[in-house]
């Protein structure tokens, strides 16, 4: 079992930044694909960015591409996601997630992974 908690979440301006933290517990997430979603009321949890552990490679939303840059700290058992040149858009609950056997095609499926974290609000105001 994996137990994940984000923070770092809070109010910013449009074209600020943030980083965001996922502290995991209970396994070392060195062998684990980390990844980050979000969602907004009323939609679906949409992909953001993931590290494949087996490759060592990150994997971006179009939307965020350039903009938000996932790091992934196996020393501290945590992923980071630095998120620059904030939009109002990019307002959502954040969560973390990990799976340990999700396949690169799967990655970007919310219901690839097992295991999540229960939330970071991220507010860009305009």
């Known amino acids: 079992q994996v137990q994940l908690v984000e923070s770092g979440g809070g109010l910013v301006q449009a074209g600020g930044s943030l980083v965001l933290s996922c502290a995991a517990s209970?396994?070392?997430?060195?062998?684990?694909?980390m990844a980050w979603f979000r969602q907004t009321p009323g939609k679906e949890r949409e992909f953001v960015a993931a590290?494949?552990?087996?490759?060592?490679?990150?994997y971006y939303a179009d939307s965020v591409k350039g903009r938000f840059i996932i790091r992934k700290d196996n020393a501290k058992n945590t992923v980071y996601l630095q998120m620059s040149n904030l939009k109002p858009e990019d307002t959502a609950v954040y969560y973390c997630?990990?799976?340990?056997?999700?396949?690169?095609?799967?990655?970007?499926?919310?219901?690839?992974?097992?295991?999540w974290g229960p939330g970071t609000q991220v507010t860009v105001s305009s």
């Open positions: 997630a990990a799976d340990a056997s999700v396949i690169v095609s799967s990655l970007r499926q919310a219901s690839q992974y097992d295991y």
């Open positions: 209970g396994r070392t997430i060195s062998r684990y694909t």
């Open positions: 590290h494949k552990h087996s490759n060592n490679t990150p």
